[in-house]
């Protein structure tokens, strides 16, 4: 787990039409120690690259403590990668070797790329972050749960508006089936219900509880007042502008040349792949929640636009909206715990460090990131592995690179 009172972000969902099961991850806020101390003070003459046998080294110990098929790091300042290597294999069947443009699931760390959308339609002028949900659907307002009447884009993105979780099986159990096939529609037929749904406890010293259908809703709003469907506007504002090769799903449905997810089925104790054309899929209707792939280094120019961002440089978004997104509902004087902004889970530590994070998965892959704004430092590391034993033995790694720049 962080230390000092960072997010821990285990993500483990499932989801169920009322046909077919489908397992997908959702976020936890947990709190705890750990060897590594982010707290430490970093040399920031010491923001160089580390020795490529030694990482080498770190992941290939990696790979062979723990259950990880396969793995993807990164370590990057706002303008430049210091380090970018990948290991293992893309499948443990075939044992093709990961090369540095394939492709990984991202799971809930795709969350900040939704808010990321939204802070374009935001400088664009095409909606506000205060936007309340009726005003874009007044005509849900009468059908709907009073609980919901002012809730603004804002609180569904950074998990404030109440809306149910949808982080277990049960709650989509009781989902009734969407007869359109059409994205939009589907969303809109979603909201629509969930909105009639009793509301949740916002905890009161987070101050936020975490929802998966917050991001669906809030997408929802954004393909009303854009005329588009999410799909195209992640792609239109975020994806080709910044010349992104990314997939919406698992990255094997390109074909067997991309890294497969790999788990451990229920009642096995070995690892095996996941067949990405197989029931255990996400919705269209939760994909902005997270269900985004591409390789490590188109990954690394989302977050350097971030880094860099917090930092006072300007480029697809401004500086203030970087700033926005992370810290909206970031208060720098309290230490003990996380606060969930837009897509990103930020704090301090004593000695002085702003710290963005996120972790997330859909079970099959699992993706990590930190972003030390003063050091303008970055670390991202991604497996095709999902089982809580490739988390430990990212933990350590993560731990290992970090001591470098103590």
Avoid at 330 to 345: E, M, N
Avoid at 382 to 396: A, P, W
Wanted: aromatic share 12%; net charge negative; charged share 20%.
């Amino acid at each position: 787990m962080f230390s000092g009172g960072a997010l821990y972000v285990i993500l483990k969902e499932t989801l169920q039409n009322r046909y077919i099961m489908k397992k997908y991850i959702v976020l936890i806020l947990i709190f705890g120690y750990t060897v590594f101390t982010y707290g430490q003070k970093l040399s920031t003459e010491k923001i160089k690259p580390i020795n490529h046998d030694s990482l080498i080294k770190y992941m290939q110990k990696t790979l062979n403590d723990f259950t990880i098929s396969g793995i993807a790091v990164s370590i990057f300042t706002g303008d430049k990668v210091l380090n970018e290597e990948v290991l293992g294999v893309r499948n443990i069947q075939t044992n093709d070797s990961i090369i540095v443009n394939d492709k990984f699931h991202l799971g809930s760390c795709g969350k900040a790329m939704t808010g990321f959308v939204a802070g374009r339609l935001v400088e664009k002028g095409i909606i506000k972050w205060d936007t309340k949900l009726f005003d874009v659907f007044p005509e849900l307002k009468d059908s709907s749960n009073s609980d919901y009447l002012n809730i603004t884009m804002n609180e569904l993105l950074s998990h404030r508006s109440g809306v149910r979780p949808f982080t277990e099986d049960e709650e989509w159990k009781i989902l009734p089936n969407f007869h359109s096939t059409n994205e939009i529609l589907r969303r809109y037929d979603f909201c629509k219900w969930l909105l009639r749904q009793p509301s949740v406890e916002i905890d009161t010293i987070k101050k936020h509880s975490y929802s998966n259908a917050g991001y669906a809703v809030a997408a929802s709003m954004m393909e009303k007042v854009s005329g588009k469907s999410w799909d195209n506007l992640i792609f239109d504002e975020l994806f080709n502008p910044l010349q992104i090769n990314a997939t919406i799903g698992w990255p094997g449905l390109l074909g067997h040349e991309q890294p497969y997810g790999h788990w451990i089925k229920e009642g096995d104790s070995l690892l095996s792949v996941h067949l990405p054309n197989d029931e255990y899929k996400m919705d269209d209707i939760i994909t902005p929640a997270g269900n985004y792939s591409m390789s490590i280094n188109d990954y690394v120019k989302f977050l350097q636009l971030n880094l860099s961002g917090v930092n006072g440089k300007d480029s697809i978004l401004k500086s203030t909206t970087y700033n926005y997104l992370h810290y909206c509902h970031f208060d720098s004087t309290i230490h003990l715990f996380p606060f969930y902004s837009i897509g990103w889970g930020v704090f301090k530590t004593p000695e002085g460090y702003t710290i963005s994070t996120h972790n997330g998965s859909a079970g099959t892959f699992y993706c990590w990131v930190i972003l030390y704004k003063e050091l303008d430092l970055g670390l991202a590391i991604i497996t095709n592995s999902g089982e809580d034993e490739s988390k430990d033995g990212v933990k350590r790694l993560r731990n290992m690179i970090l001591e470098q720049y103590k």
